[in-house]
């Protein structure tokens, strides 16, 4: 069954750093998202990605965050700048169409 | 705007029982998904049951089921014969369809759920 994944499985970076969050979706699906869950909270919507373009965002989703797919397989989430506060799991997720999406196993960010 | 709810924090359940997790919701949109996600302790998400607003019947997906009361703006996943596997968090989450709108998900705080054995 084609699944969602993401690497690393968990980042621990220093306040300030950049990083960069990877996803390879389902590949023949066209909508893609990125959410957070911060330690013990909901999930909340970050932004989503449908033909090479950002269809909505939220906002959570400020200048420190952009995505990009580099090269039509990865879907990645880069923050600029990491404050303490972005420590959560980062979801990507994917869809078709308009129907279910499906998740990735998750970034843990940890920043220090 | 939408918001759901889900009023239970915790729930216990007996191994082999059913137990009902509640889920209301608010939208003004008449075209909308209800969907219900498992997070197991290892933090991922797993999908486990959709219900469309114009959808006849109530969503079944093996021992899950949804228990869809339109009127009442409730979506309640039914979990049937639970097993110890079944100990995990559960989501509650939704999304418009209306012509325009992001696909984005808004979820509940989720209820956690433990199986006794």
């Known amino acids: 069954e084609p699944e969602v994944t993401q690497t690393p499985s968990h980042q621990v970076t220093q306040m300030g750093q950049e990083v960069i969050l990877r996803c390879v979706p389902i590949?023949?699906?066209?909508?893609f998202y990125w959410y957070r869950q911060i330690l013990g909270q909901k999930v909340e919507f970050l932004v989503s990605?449908?033909?090479?373009?950002?269809?909505?965002k939220s906002e959570i989703f400020d200048d420190q965050f952009s995505v990009e797919r580099p090269d039509g397989s990865n879907f990645t989430l880069k923050i600029r700048s990491t404050k303490l506060e972005d420590s959560a799991m980062y979801f990507c997720?994917?869809?078709?169409?308009?129907?279910?999406?499906?998740f990735g196993p998750g970034t843990r960010l940890t920043v220090l | 705007a939408q918001k759901i709810t889900q009023t239970q924090p915790g729930m216990f359940v007996q191994e082999k029982e059913a137990v009902t997790l509640d889920c209301t919701y608010d939208?003004?949109?008449?075209?909308?998904?209800l969907f219900w996600y498992k997070q197991p302790s290892s933090g991922e998400m797993i999908f486990l049951i959709y219900?469309?607003?114009?959808?006849?019947q109530n969503a079944t997906e093996g021992r899950y089921s949804l228990n869809f009361q339109k009127a009442r703006k409730s979506a309640n996943l039914v979990i049937s014969a639970s097993q110890l596997g079944d100990s995990a968090m559960y989501f509650c989450?939704?999304?418009?369809?209306?012509?325009?709108?992001?696909?984005?998900?808004?979820f509940g705080s989720g209820t956690q759920l433990t199986v006794l054995p």
């Open positions: 997720a994917c869809s078709a169409s308009w129907d279910t999406q499906y």
């Open positions: 590949s023949n699906h066209l909508y």
């Open positions: 990605f449908y033909n090479n373009e950002i269809s909505e």
């Open positions: 939208t003004s949109d008449p075209s909308y998904g």
């Open positions: 219900q469309g607003s114009y959808d006849q």
């Open positions: 989450a939704m999304r418009v369809i209306s012509s325009g709108s992001a696909r984005q998900l808004t």
